[in-house]
């Protein structure tokens, strides 16, 4: 068998490592950015549904988040009916960053995917959501403290 997530795993490691260093300027560390565009792009998301979304803990998300806060790029506000329950939103600051941040991943994806046709790229996205839904099985499974049988 062929050794793909290996081949996802370092793409996925060389495109970060570019990230962290490209994003030094607006004082984005190691995955941040992550972070600040999904906050971005879903206003008003809690916490727990960002870290499911990018596949972390609520721990480390939450270190990310408070992070994030300190240096003024996203803040919490009290959800309108539910005031234990916090959401999150990119501030001006926040906001002025998320030009730059996108155009980055859009150019990481033509670079990723330069020479490929439309319908190469479509396979490609639809057999990767696939792999993702997949994997989201044991990764749910082991997140609620389970072992995986091998």
């Given amino acids: 068998m062929r050794e793909i997530l290996r081949e996802v795993g370092m793409i996925a490691r060389a495109l970060d490592s570019i990230s962290n260093i490209e994003f030094k300027e607006i004082d984005l560390t190691k995955g941040q950015y992550l972070y600040l565009v999904r906050i971005h792009e879903n206003p008003g998301i ?22 994030l ?19 999150l939103y990119t501030t001006d600051k926040g906001a002025q960053a998320y030009p730059f941040l996108k155009r980055e991943g859009d150019y990481s994806n033509a670079v990723a995917l330069a020479g490929f046709t439309e319908e190469e790229e479509e396979t490609l996205f639809h057999l990767l959501q696939r792999v993702r839904r997949n994997v989201e099985v044991d990764w749910e499974h082991v997140k609620k403290g389970n072992k995986r049988d091998y």
Avoid: F, P, S, Y
């Avoid at 806060?69 to 959401?87: H, M, P, W, Y």
């Fill in 69 to 87: 806060e300190l240096q003024g790029l996203v803040e919490k506000k009290d959800d309108e009916t539910n005031k234990k329950i916090k959401r």
């Fill in 46 to 67: 809690i916490q727990e549904k960002l870290a499911e979304m990018i596949k972390v803990d609520r721990t480390t998300a939450a270190r990310a988040i408070q992070k």
